[in-house]
Each structure stands twice: as C-alpha cells, then as structure tokens.
C-alpha cells in the first residue's frame, strides 16, 4: 500500500494514537525540546517506532514547505470506504451524515471534516471528481479528523444519494434561495445534509436528489459563509433539535 506525508502535531499524534501500525517513520525538529515534542517521542518510541530527528531546514524539505510544526510523518494510506454500505451497515440510531458537491479546497476539507468529527457525524462523502481527497494539508487542517470520520467517495454522487435514503436518511440541501430557514426544518431524525462549494453551489442533479432545500439566514452583510461554517451551522442544528 503506497505511503504518503502527514505533517503538523494534531495530525501526526492523531494517527499515533488511532493507528500506529501505519507509521512508517516520524520526523521531528530537533530544535523541539518542549514537553508536547518530548512526551510525542517517548510515546512513539514506546511503540517501536522510527524517530528521525533533522534541522528545520530538511523538515521544510520533507513536508514540501515550512508549516509543519517541526512534526512529519511518513505512513502508510488508511483504506477508506468505498460503498454507503460499508459505513452505515450495522450503525444504530437517527444517522447523521455530511455531502460535499464540488469541494475542491483542501483548507475546506479539513475544517469540514474536523466540524464533523466535533458534531459527531458518521461520514463525509464526496464525489471523486471534482473534490480533493486527503492531501496532507487535509489531515493537517482536520487536526485529527482525517483519521476519526470516514471520508467515502462515491463515483456518482446522486446514485450514492439515493443508497442513503435507503437506510432512511432524509437529505436536505442548503441554497441562499430557499423559502425555509434551518431553523423551521425538522433534522431531529436521520439526516444528511448537502453542502456545495462557495461560490458555485449545489449542482442541479445533486439538488434534485434533495428531499428539501433550506437556506441559513443572513442578517449582516455578506452575502454567504465558508462551507465549513456552513456545515458547522447545519451539524449543530441538527444536535440541536435531537437533545
């Protein structure tokens, strides 16, 4: 299985913590002598890993640039689902999930993913074009995430989406159109709310697929949010109704 470059602390003590097997080796600036660089390496060589420790000149080369935190690691790729039945299967209680149409910011990503492991989500899925998968700057950004929700791409979004009502998931999808505000939707059931990219939306087969549409109100002035604050508003929404 081919191996890949995390890098930054939350990412790298993430996968240290859910799957050590993975690592491969750890890069650590060897000017970090501070208690949460220390405490990281006694707690990978506890676990028989490799520990390289370099200048911060080698890590920048390493990690492709300098904001890595003084923390790389090499691991190998966690499998990712690849079917809505591998990830719903056997999951009890009202299901709460999160659609990425056309996310292709890999800063949007990661902060969605990490909104999503905060609400408790069971998945984020994606289309496998037209979105970015998980880059470094993903994992990095997710702070932890990347490795806790698992991140499906589908080949056809709305063929996905229509496996998901199967398990009786209502699906709603946001737009600054829609007559109904976020608030006046019942989600305290299964749920899995459809997030487009700024600027672009949601595309019109995605939309269709819809079993409503809402729109989060705007009461200043600009015009829309990041997706990932977006999806932090319909998440909570959604624990808001159900507590």
Same mark, same amino acid.
């Given at each position: 299985?081919?191996?890949?470059?995390?890098?930054?602390?939350?990412?790298?003590?993430?996968?240290?913590? %859910?799957?050590?097997?993975?690592? +491969?080796? *750890?890069?650590?600036?060897?000017?970090?002598?501070?208690?949460?660089?220390?405490?990281?390496? +006694?707690?990978?060589?506890?676990?028989?890993?490799?520990?390289?420790?370099?200048?911060?000149?080698?890590?920048?080369?390493?990690?492709?640039?300098?904001?890595?935190?003084?923390?790389?690691? =090499? /691991?190998?790729?966690?499998?990712?689902?690849?079917? %809505?039945?591998?990830?719903?299967?056997?999951?009890?209680?009202?299901?709460?999930?999160?659609?990425? #149409?056309?996310?292709?910011?890999?800063?949007?990503?990661?902060? @969605?993913?990490?909104? &999503? #492991? &905060?609400?408790?989500?069971?998945?984020?899925?994606? !289309?496998?074009?037209?979105?970015?998968?998980?880059?470094?700057? /993903?994992?990095?950004?997710? @702070?932890?995430?990347? #490795?806790?929700? !698992?991140?499906?791409?589908?080949?056809?979004?709305?063929?996905?989406? =229509?496996?998901?009502?199967?398990?009786?998931?209502?699906? *709603?999808?946001? #737009?600054? $159109?829609?007559?109904?505000?976020?608030?006046?939707?019942?989600?305290?059931?299964? %749920?899995?709310?459809?997030?487009?990219?700024?600027?672009?939306?949601?595309?019109?087969?995605?939309?269709?697929? @819809?079993?409503?549409?809402?729109?989060?109100?705007?009461?200043? $002035? %600009?015009?829309?949010?990041?997706?990932?604050?977006?999806?932090? *508003? @319909?998440?909570? +929404?959604?624990? =808001?109704?159900?507590?």
């Amino acid at each position: 299985m081919a191996a890949i470059l995390i890098y930054g602390f939350h990412a790298v003590t993430s996968r240290l913590r %859910v799957n050590p097997g993975s690592i +491969e080796e *750890i890069f650590v600036d060897a000017a970090r002598q501070d208690p949460r660089a220390r405490d990281l390496i +006694e707690s990978a060589k506890q676990l028989g890993l490799r520990i390289m420790q370099v200048d911060s000149k080698r890590l920048d080369g390493i990690a492709g640039g300098p904001r890595h935190q003084g923390i790389a690691a =090499r /691991v190998t790729m966690v499998q990712q689902p690849r079917h %809505v039945d591998e990830v719903l299967e056997g999951l009890q209680g009202p299901l709460l999930l999160l659609i990425l #149409d056309g996310v292709q910011d890999p800063h949007n990503l990661g902060a @969605c993913l990490r909104v &999503a #492991d &905060a609400m408790g989500a069971n998945a984020v899925i994606a !289309p496998k074009d037209r979105a970015v998968g998980l880059t470094p700057t /993903v994992a990095k950004v997710a @702070c932890g995430a990347a #490795d806790t929700v !698992p991140y499906l791409t589908v080949t056809n979004l709305a063929r996905a989406m =229509r496996d998901i009502k199967e398990y009786g998931v209502f699906i *709603i999808g946001t #737009d600054g $159109t829609a007559e109904t505000e976020i608030a006046q939707a019942d989600v305290s059931g299964s %749920v899995a709310w459809v997030l487009g990219a700024e600027g672009t939306g949601l595309r019109r087969l995605t939309r269709e697929h @819809c079993d409503a549409m809402v729109k989060i109100p705007m009461y200043g $002035t %600009v015009e829309s949010l990041n997706v990932s604050v977006s999806a932090g *508003i @319909c998440l909570y +929404e959604t624990r =808001r109704q159900r507590s």
